[in-house]
């Protein structure tokens, strides 16, 4: 959906730019962007770490990076260089807004696998029980085997996974009805088991449950895939990080 995306917003080379005197120039890009493609929502405008170009959030989607009168723009990860390599670059003020969101969230705002002990490391886990990677990571919540050897799970290496509902097709998608039945059971964790096993399970809802809000935070942290770990100091991880590797990741 994203390759369209940015097919469909190059033709804003096309596009009559609005007057930057009658507003800002954040103001001007997001009104191009949104005349350009009206079914997305775009936000968080601010100068790119690079420069001549601003950053744009989509909503649910990628970083956009748009120059000043938003007739040209580059939908795409951006990384550094280094003697080590190439690193995926993450926006800082970004990394700052994902550790405030996620130290506001309350404990009932997730469904949480802890250790049996204390929690060296908590992680958010932005989760589709519709995505296979997400159903191998929770498989690796305890010990399992790789290769005819035991490893240790996430929760063997005292990281405590905290999930929050992310329904890749959307809030009114299967996978979505699925996640709140999760979140409305009386014991969430057995549900999201059975759930994350393909078993059977007998749909709920609720007034209460945080599907929706949970898709949008997503679409605050950046999120447009599952899963996508969100680590204790803001950073995110896109896609499924054996335990092992998370826990080198986390320091631990």
């Given at each position: 959906m994203w390759k369209q995306?940015?097919?469909?917003?190059?033709?804003?080379?096309?596009?009559?730019?609005?007057?930057?005197?009658?507003?800002?120039?954040?103001?001007?890009?997001?009104?191009?962007?949104?005349?350009a493609r009206p079914d997305f929502e775009f936000t968080d405008v601010r100068p790119a770490p690079?420069?001549?170009?601003?950053?744009?959030?989509?909503?649910g989607g990628p970083v956009l990076y748009v120059n000043e009168d938003a007739s040209l723009?580059?939908?795409?990860?951006v990384f550094t260089v280094g003697p080590n390599g190439f690193a995926r670059y993450e926006d800082p003020e970004l990394?700052?807004?994902?550790?405030?969101?996620?130290?506001?969230?309350?404990?009932?705002?997730?469904?949480?696998?802890?250790?049996?002990?204390e929690s060296k490391a908590v992680v958010y886990v932005f989760t589709d029980v519709d995505c296979g990677?997400?159903?191998?990571?929770?498989?690796?919540?305890?010990?399992?085997?790789?290769?005819g050897e035991t490893k240790p799970g996430y929760n063997d290496l005292g990281i405590e996974i905290r999930y929050l509902?992310?329904?890749?097709?959307?809030?009114?998608?299967?996978s979505a009805r699925k996640l709140e039945t999760a979140w409305c059971a009386d014991d969430r964790q057995a549900v999201m088991d059975r759930l994350k096993n393909l078993q059977a399970v007998d749909t709920q809802s609720c007034d209460s449950n945080p599907v929706a809000e949970h898709y949008r935070l997503g679409g605050q942290f950046g999120v447009n895939g599952t899963p996508a770990?969100?680590?204790?100091?803001?950073?995110?991880?896109?896609?499924?990080?054996?335990?092992?590797?998370l826990a080198q990741t986390l320091g631990l």
């Open positions: 995306l940015a097919v469909g917003l190059i033709a804003l080379a096309g596009a009559s730019a609005v007057s930057a005197q009658s507003s800002s120039v954040e103001d001007n890009i997001i009104e191009s962007l949104s005349e690079f420069d001549g170009l601003y950053q744009v959030q989509v909503t723009m580059i939908a795409g990860d990394v700052k807004k994902r550790k405030e969101l996620a130290a506001s969230l309350k404990d009932k705002d997730s469904i949480a696998f802890a250790p049996e002990g990677f997400c159903r191998r990571l929770h498989s690796q919540m305890h010990s399992y085997q790789d290769g509902a992310y329904p890749r097709a959307g809030v009114n998608s299967p770990l969100i680590l204790p100091d803001g950073s995110m991880q896109p896609g499924y990080l054996p335990p092992e590797r």
